[in-house]
């Protein structure tokens, strides 16, 4: 155990001469996760999968339920399943890090019933939410899926992120790969209206709160925000309580004990 933190620092110290800026964005990132154990933790009333469809039914003004049906959605989740059976087991995420499937199935339904130009992700790990949103987008016929990712340093790191992503579904994808802290100004910038932001980077409430921050002003009305890890910190609770908020709901995953969250932009 101290081997394999003293090999994890000695990288990180390595990173300084090579690339001072990521080795300070590592450093405050590190620093930012011990500070949040203090998060102020937030109270939801929590909804169960089906009664959050129906409520976002009525506020996106079309029927999500009906799109958890889908053969393609069937398609997308047995492709990630086999591909998460050849994830080898020195690969540089734990499986805990991967999406809930419900977390998934919503993000892919979402899409599908909001037909969106464009969407940003943050933390991208293998990859399942980013194939499922990109299956999506398939079967839309349209649009585009940004995510931004700074993987862990190590041997070949880079290269399992978004492994899960079939490669027929990259056309419409582009991976930028940093902090959310540093590209997600510039590039929200530079696409100027997005459609949907889903958020599963940094948990901590610092982070959470900088990227709803940048992401809701440039979310169109009507468009969707998705947070993994909602329970942590009050700050998916604090968006919320936006005037132009129409509706949020949290959301219990599957398989895991988190919460999501979904916040509609008034239209
Ligand atoms: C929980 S995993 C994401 C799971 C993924 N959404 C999925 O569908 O399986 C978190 C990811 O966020 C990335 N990450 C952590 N901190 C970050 C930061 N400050 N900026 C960008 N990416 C970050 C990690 O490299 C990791 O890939």
Redesign the pocket.
Known sequence: MQMVRLMKSLRLLSLLPRNPREFYDRVS?IAEARWAARDERPSYSVHAEQSALHLLAGALGTDVTLLSCEARLVEIEAQVQRGKEQIPADAP?GAF???DYSL?RFCYQLVRALQPRVIVE?????????AYVLQALEVNGKGCLHS?????LGKDASKH?GRLVPAPLRSRWTLHRG???RLLPPLLAELREIDMFIH???HTCR?MRFEFGAAWPALRPGGVLVSDDVEGNVAFQDLSALPDVALSVVIKEQSKESLFGVAVKRA
Do not use: E, M, Q
């Not at 943050?122 to 980013?130: K, L, Q």
């Not at 931004?148 to 862990?152: F, R």
């Open positions: 990132s995420f890090h991967n999406s998934a943050t933390g991208v790990c293998y990859g399942v939410t980013s931004i990712d700074l993987p862990p992120i902090t959310t802290k599963d980077s940094l982070n």
